[in-house]
Structure formats: structure tokens, C-alpha cells
């Protein structure tokens, strides 16, 4: 098994970001640093560590959270702020890392795992998993709006485009509308909707696949059906 796959098992990193730390020499293989990702290692023979700890394949976990808002997607922060791993303190025991991120003050669904392999599948852009948003936009949101965001329009991080829009509520002042999309930029819908002229008050993820928030309130989670977990295995 190569290395960085390895570290995938064991629920450090997914692999690509496996392959960062396999680079920044954080990982030894029977007390040597390597390097090379490529490195194979045999898990019932070799002692593999990470930061100088002894690494080893542990159970694989799928959660689901509803994410609330001010809390960091990350297992850490540098500036010392709420990660979402926070929430799962004292809750489980395996190294969960979330799979993709959400903003600061994005809520919704939000998907960790120690599965490095399979979170890959989620974030890998060749296989367009579908993300569900729901926005809240400031002022009136007319179908010309819609019609450009399935279109598609370029941000800096190149062309994008809505896989499905709609408009879900007119609320006061404000429209509410939903936006499906299969790539993952950063900060993908605000830019996407900054570009067609449109102001975004608040954003919630709906879904990630099959997978999605229904019956859980802000900073609640459950383990995802063996059938959810299956959807990606096989795409």
C-alpha cells in the first residue's frame, strides 16, 4: 500500500492532503523519514508515525452535521476559533476531518469521515457530486437572474455555473432561492452570485448527494445509512 494511501486509512488526511505532510517530512516509515509518496508500506509489518506518533488503521465513520454558523470547517484553527471537530469532543474517539469546507458563518450540511479515499470522492470534481444551496439574496430576484446563473459566468477562479436555480420564497424585501452546483471553488456561490450583481444575505448547504440535514437541528449530527455511504463508493 502506498503511503499516502496509508495515511488515508488511518484517517489523517485525505490523500491529497496526506501527500502535503508525506512531503513536509512529518512522516517516518521504521524511524526514517519519507518523502515519496509513492513509498510502499506494509501495514502489519512496517511502523509508520505521524508527528512522532504510532499510526494504524482505525474504524471507518461517516457523520453528517448540521453545521452551525462560527465555527471553522477545519480540525484546527490558527487563530484559536471554534473548529466544528469542537462539537464532537468527548463524543467520539477516531480522527474525524471534515470533507470539503463551509464558511464561517455558512450553516448546513457538512459531511466528516476518517475515510480518506472515500471523502475523495466527494471532493474530486471529476465525479460532480450535487451540492444543494439555499440563499437568501437581498431584494427581488427576477428569472433573468436564474437564467444567468445556470449559464454559467467567470469569477477569478474561472468559469462557473449553477447545475440547477430556482426561486423558492419571496420573504418580505428578500428572495429565497435554491442553486445546485457539482464543482467546489472556494467561496464558489457568493462569487456566482456577485458577478451576476446579486447581494447574499445568508447561505445553507441543503445536501451533499443523497446525504442531507433533514430532522437535525444546528450543531446536531448523526452517522450516515450504509446506503448514503454506498452512493459514493460506487460512483
Not at 517530512?25 to 508527528?51: H, L, M, Q, R, W
Not at 471507518?60 to 484553527?77: A, M, R, T
Not at 429565497?176 to 456561490?189: A, E, R, Y
Request: aromatic fraction near 8%; hydrophobic fraction near 35%; charge should be positive.
Amino acid at each position: 500500500m502506498r503511503l499516502q494511501q496509508f495515511l488515508a486509512h488511518c484517517g489523517i488526511a485525505s490523500r491529497r492532503k496526506a501527500e502535503d505532510l508525506i512531503k513536509e517530512g512529518k512522516v517516518t516509515v521504521n524511524g526514517k523519514i519519507i518523502t515519496d509518496c509513492a513509498f510502499n508500506v506494509e501495514p502489519e509489518k512496517d511502523f509508520v508515525k505521524y508527528n512522532n506518533k504510532l499510526i494504524k488503521p482505525e474504524k471507518k465513520i461517516y457523520i453528517v452535521l448540521n453545521k452551525p454558523k462560527g465555527f471553522i470547517s477545519s480540525v484546527s484553527d490558527e487563530k484559536g476559533r471554534r473548529t466544528v471537530i469542537d462539537i464532537f469532543k468527548n463524543k467520539i474517539k477516531e480522527h474525524i476531518y471534515p470533507v470539503g469546507r463551509l464558511d464561517y458563518n455558512t450553516t448546513g450540511c457538512l459531511i466528516l469521515t476518517n475515510d480518506g479515499e472515500w471523502a475523495n470522492k466527494i471532493i474530486h470534481p471529476r465525479y460532480e457530486v450535487e451540492k444543494v444551496y439555499i440563499a437568501k439574496i437581498k431584494g427581488r430576484v427576477s428569472n433573468t437572474f436564474i437564467d444567468k446563473l445556470k449559464k454559467g459566468t467567470k469569477i477569478e477562479d474561472g468559469f462557473v455555473k449553477a447545475k440547477d436555480a430556482k426561486i423558492l420564497l419571496r420573504k418580505e424585501k428578500n428572495d429565497v432561492i435554491s442553486i445546485t452546483i457539482t464543482q467546489g471553488k472556494n467561496h464558489q456561490i457568493k462569487k456566482m452570485l456577485q458577478a451576476i450583481g446579486l447581494t447574499l444575505l445568508w447561505l445553507k448547504r441543503q445536501s451533499v448527494g443523497p446525504v442531507n440535514i433533514k430532522g437535525l437541528e444546528y450543531g446536531m449530527w448523526r452517522y450516515l445509512t450504509q446506503k448514503e455511504i454506498d452512493f459514493f463508493n460506487k460512483i
